[in-house]
């Protein structure tokens, strides 16, 4: 891995020379909210921003996109082509535990069966992920999830040192990136003695906000099936889809087709939906596996905590306090955890849930 030293009033003219060959991407501010947005002038992007309305994620995600084109002849069967269309981009200025979401996606996407829509906007994008010094929200987690650092795996990272960015290069898209860029300059002991300052410091400054360790919560999630604190939280909960929508690592889509009145061509999209809302898990014959907000509310805890963890080996929450910042409700993941556990501390254990 290298390192370098980039001097802050150089950073423009870097990121100048980086839109003549790529889209750029970063958080921006609009109508007093951050959000990633196409980066017109340097000057637009912020990397001081605390959080996000909605995660980097729509960049490989989108919230509304077209799968497939079709067209056909009277009496002919319609011939369908993937909409494949992604120019070079660059994501700048990702805090690190949508980082550790983006890698949870690709645990989603990227296996096999490949998503080719996903893959290509992930294959053609170069990630810039930033070192977050001081929490980005009171809601905010990540220490408590792990993911307050980077990741084993990333393109390009960089740490705020005051007067510079100090420049880690992590995968060969980071490596191209600092060739744009003649202002850097190797980095030294001096410099890595700046960083093991900067890391050093942050870390007091995050506090543990759940009450007991993270590796425990899927066996604890396990326990609470049938706790009474699903149904209180289902009787505040509006079932109003908000905390899945900000949530950086919610992947569940719907797919529907638009057809031209000619019935000769269409469209087939894909749409982001939402585990919370009365329709998702209605199935033919009106039955609905999951009739309550409560029975929906516990699905999505026990996703985050559990089922994912499960199946592709990591958790689906990364901490980044979204959902509870969202909530109209004011529920609180941070609070209804912590519940959990003192609940479980003091009762027997219950039965597990039947199998899914």
């Excluded at 900067?198 to 099936?225: C, G, Q, T």
């Amino acid at each position: 891995m290298r390192a370098y030293v980039l001097p802050k009033p150089s950073f423009n003219a870097w990121i100048e020379r980086l839109q003549a060959r790529y889209q750029l991407i970063g958080p921006v501010e609009k109508n007093g909210q951050h959000i990633f947005a196409q980066v017109r002038n340097p000057s637009e992007l912020d990397l001081g921003y605390r959080t996000t309305l909605l995660p980097p994620k729509k960049a490989f995600l989108p919230p509304h996109e077209i799968l497939w084109e079709f067209q056909g002849e009277p009496g002919a069967a319609p011939q369908f082509s993937p909409y494949l269309e992604q120019k070079p981009s660059i994501l700048m200025g990702v805090h690190t535990c949508d980082l550790h979401a983006m890698a949870f996606l690709d645990r989603v996407y990227l296996q096999d069966p490949v998503d080719q829509h996903y893959r290509l906007r992930r294959d053609q994008t170069t990630i810039v992920s930033l070192e977050c010094l001081s929490p980005c929200s009171e809601f905010a987690l990540c220490k408590d999830m792990g993911t307050l650092s980077v990741p084993r795996e990333f393109d390009l990272h960089l740490t705020d040192l005051a007067q510079d960015y100090l420049v880690e290069v992590g995968s060969p898209k980071g490596a191209d990136l600092v060739k744009e860029c003649d202002e850097l300059r190797e980095a030294q002991a001096s410099d890595f003695a700046r960083l093991q300052s900067a890391i050093s410091h942050k870390w007091a400054r995050f506090p543990y906000r759940l009450n007991f360790d993270v590796k425990e919560l899927p066996d604890l999630l396990r326990l609470s099936y049938e706790s009474p604190i699903w149904q209180g939280l289902g009787e505040r909960c509006f079932g109003c889809g908000a905390c899945n929508l900000v949530c950086p690592t919610c992947h569940c889509f719907d797919v529907r087709d638009e057809i031209d009145l000619s019935l000769q061509e269409g469209l087939r999209m894909r749409t982001w939906d939402s585990c919370q809302l009365g329709q998702f898990a209605l199935v033919a014959g009106g039955h609905n596996f999951r009739p309550t907000r409560a029975d929906r509310l516990r699905h999505r805890f026990l996703h985050k905590g559990r089922y994912a963890h499960e199946v592709f080996g990591m958790l689906a929450c990364v901490g980044c306090g979204r959902c509870s910042q969202a909530c109209p409700a004011g529920i609180s993941l941070t609070d209804a955890l912590n519940q959990i556990f003192h609940m479980h501390l003091s009762t027997p254990s219950q039965p597990e849930e039947k199998s899914l």
